[in-house]
């Protein structure tokens, strides 16, 4: 009797075996499906996000074109003759005016300071080196690189 009912449990407990491992099997495999649809997931995103980002710089690089082809067109018209003598011989003389009205004060300033750097008491070489300071040579820098590298470029074209 006892050897019946364990060869009954023994033959229901085979049967019922290959149904846990297909279970167990099943659960393995929802759990790789599962991980997978979260990689795509994450690779979906990661894409929209570059396309986002690429669409962003591509927004900048386009506006900052535009930008350039107004500014052109304006620097175009600012030139261009009216016809009018006095007009345009004002047009054209504005810049440069303005160019020798600002050295023109620049240089009446150091002067000044010059003088002002000698009756304190300082010799002439170290009244010189007081008011030529940090931002006096980065002036003069910036002027230089914009004259010369135009230089460079004026002979390419």
């Not at 170290?126 to 230089?144: K, N, P, V």
């Amino acid at each position: 009797m006892i050897l019946t009912l364990i060869s009954m449990f023994g033959g229901g407990l085979m049967r019922l075996l290959p149904e846990i491992f297909n279970f167990l099997n099943k659960k393995t495999d929802n759990k790789h499906e599962l991980d997978m649809l979260d990689r795509q997931f994450q690779l979906e995103q990661t894409r929209a996000a570059a396309r986002v980002d690429e669409m962003v710089v591509q927004g900048n690089i386009d506006t900052a074109l535009e930008m350039l082809k107004v500014q052109g067109a304006a620097v175009k018209a600012q030139m261009q003759k009216t016809g009018i003598t006095w007009v345009d011989a004002a047009n054209f003389a504005v810049r440069p005016l303005t160019t020798y009205y600002m050295l023109l004060l620049y240089g009446v300033v150091k002067i000044a300071m010059f003088i002002v750097s000698l009756r304190s008491g300082l010799s002439g070489w170290e009244a010189i080196l007081h008011i030529y300071d940090h931002e006096d040579r980065a002036m003069l820098s910036g002027i230089l690189a914009f004259w010369f590298v135009g230089r460079v470029f004026d002979k390419h074209k």
